[in-house]
RNA sequence: GGGCCGUUAACUCAGUUGGUAGAGUAUAUCACUUUUAAUGAUAGAGUCGAUGGUUCGAGUCCAUCACGGCCCA
């Protein structure tokens, strides 16, 4: 039992429980057993007989093997109440000593809040009325050690929250709720596309040249190849090889990492959606997008009109704002059209707003950056935000009036991005040339420029059929649908500096469990 | 990277002008056969995030650092 507080001072609570296990091993309990099987999940019984009276409940004529963790106790001497809490559902359960017997009833008083049991018992209402389990044996499933926090105000440390997420999901019903609702939304998405003949892919996350988006890559080295490798910031640019191998719509959610700051929108891993549709173009993403998001927002919350930080968001199709990039500008941001179209007063504006101007930063970078800061932030219901200009969109395809502007849009609700698209660029002339820009940018300075994919450009060559491609980041959708204002509340383990402990070592799942003194 | 705020018992939080550390929950013991934040009584539980400094005396004032939160970049 020594062993099992290596890292903590002793509490009392710890010690009160290792001396509870003893007397249990004494009595030849089991704190650990895998014997006892469950026949019932707790939402089966509080769903399924919840209408049945007293009567009614007594000629159920059964009864239920249910298991779960205690979460609260009420002892009146010979008889308990507790809460049990299991993947389903909470629901009371009534433990008498005359139910179960004398000595049942001793060994039942040791068992804490935090233990999981199994009970075996017949429905019955208490004089409250509310519908109970009355347990005839209970055995101890596994025995808890440490105290769980306090039930009333539960668990508002963020950083235990996040650093023991285990606990929290125990404790906070809310926490569970996002992380179910977060697994509903991705498969109402995954049934959409598939509903709509788009094929699922799988494509690499360790890349030896990281493309598909603007940003700077977490690196690593594999042994055997002696090669430099990247985690992948995007799926982009290997999916649009599968429309040159033929594939017409393929989609892929999964992981992207990003070798950047952490911020209550930003994780260094993220969940993004990016699907390719061939032979559309950028305003069929939009029809398609506006629908998906909306059946998956009517099947999760239950309305297309959502709550999120007190705001009124209105997903429903048909209500969805679609504006070109520069009259976004305009109408408002409320920038003088001389302002974005001329460089000079362009970089004047910038730097008025506060921003920095690096020299040799292209009309288009200095639009993006006006937009973000006039723009963005008053795109609170959902808006497409269409023709962005060349110079920031290396992989989309020129509009055919306008070459210094692109059939591009990005999806802002809540003053946030949340999508990306655009009709692909399939002219390997153009995009090595755009290629080759990047590189110079990389060249001077910009470390989030795109690397050259020769590869890439091969593939081009051997004919990409038109295509439009969008990327939706599911991290931040899922923040919306759950009213979650941090990207930590959608994230299961988000990304948290080494625990340090006073003796100078580190802990917790992020890192060993003893690091260097 | 910058600004502001926080870190006190297992959890949630008080702590006045610098003068020996408090509550509720949880835990332990006792009473109690229908409670639901059960009740009543008693008890134990603290490296006040860490390290320095000022002071006769620091949870409190100062400095540095660590971790977290919010905002900005």
């Not at 099987?37 to 019984?45: G, S, V």
């Not at 007293?54 to 009864?63: H, K, P």
């Not at 306090?150 to 809310?174: A, C, F, N, S």
Request: charged content about 30%; some cysteine; overall charge negative.
């Amino acid at each position: 039992m020594d062993a099992l507080s290596a890292r903590d001072e002793l509490n009392d609570v710890l010690k009160g429980r290792i001396d509870k296990a003893c007397a249990l091993l004494d009595e030849d309990v089991s704190l650990y057993p895998n014997t006892f099987r469950k026949d019932t999940d707790l939402a089966d019984i509080v769903s399924g007989y919840t209408d049945l009276d007293e009567e009614g409940l007594a000629a159920v004529g059964r009864m239920f093997s249910v298991a779960g963790r205690v979460t609260s106790l009420r002892s009146f001497g010979k008889v308990t109440f507790i809460k049990v809490l299991d993947a389903s559902a909470s629901m009371q359960i009534f433990v008498a000593r005359d139910e179960m017997g004398v000595e049942a009833y001793q060994l039942f008083k040791k068992y804490d809040i935090g233990d999981i049991l199994g009970i075996t018992g017949d429905l019955f209402r208490t004089r409250t009325g509310e519908l109970t389990l009355r347990a005839k044996t209970i055995v101890l499933v596994t025995k808890s050690m440490r105290p769980l926090p306090e039930k009333y105000h539960g668990l508002k440390d963020m950083e235990i929250r996040y650093r023991q997420r285990y606990v929290d999901l125990i404790v906070t019903p809310r926490t569970s709720e996002i992380f179910r609702k977060r697994t509903l939304i991705v498969r109402g998405i995954r049934n959409y596309l598939d509903a709509k003949g788009f094929l699922e892919v799988e494509t690499p996350m360790m890349q030896p040249i990281p493309g598909g988006a603007t940003a700077r890559p977490f690196e690593t080295h594999h042994n055997a190849l002696d090669m430099k490798l990247y985690m992948r910031i995007a799926p982009e640019l290997y999916l649009k090889r599968l429309l040159v191998g033929g594939f017409e719509k393929v989609y892929e959610i999964n992981r992207n990492f990003r070798n950047e700051g952490i911020s209550t929108r930003h994780n260094p891993e993220f969940t993004m959606l990016e699907f390719y549709w061939a032979y559309a173009e950028f305003t069929d993403l939009m029809d398609l997008t506006e629908d998906m998001i909306a059946k998956v927002a009517q099947d999760v919350c239950g309305s297309t009109v959502v709550t999120y930080q007190e705001m009124e968001i209105d997903l429903t199709p048909g209500k969805w704002t679609r504006m070109s990039f520069h009259e976004s500008l305009e109408k408002i941001g409320g920038v003088d059209p001389e302002d974005y179209r001329d460089y000079d007063r362009c970089a004047l504006l910038v730097k008025r707003s506060g921003e920095k101007v690096v020299k040799g930063e292209k009309l288009g970078k200095l639009q993006a950056k006006l937009f973000d800061i006039f723009v963005e932030p008053k795109l609170i219901q959902p808006h497409f935000i269409y023709h962005y200009p060349t110079d920031i969109s290396p992989l989309s395809r020129r509009n055919e009036d306008n070459p210094d502007i692109t059939d591009r849009f990005e999806l802002f609700v809540v003053g946030r991005e949340l999508a990306n698209a655009f009709s692909e660029l399939n002219d390997p002339v153009d995009q090595r040339g755009r290629f080759e820009d990047q590189v110079q940018e990389k060249a001077a300075g910009d470390d989030e420029a795109h690397f050259m994919d020769e590869d890439y450009v091969r593939a081009l060559e051997y004919g990409m059929p038109p295509a439009a491609g969008q990327g939706i980041g599911i991290d931040r959708l899922v923040m919306l649908l759950t009213d979650s204002p941090s990207i930590r509340e959608v994230i299961l383990f988000p990304l948290l500096r080494l625990e340090t402990t006073s003796g100078g070592t580190s802990s917790g799942p992020a890192g060993p469990a003893t690091g260097p003194a």
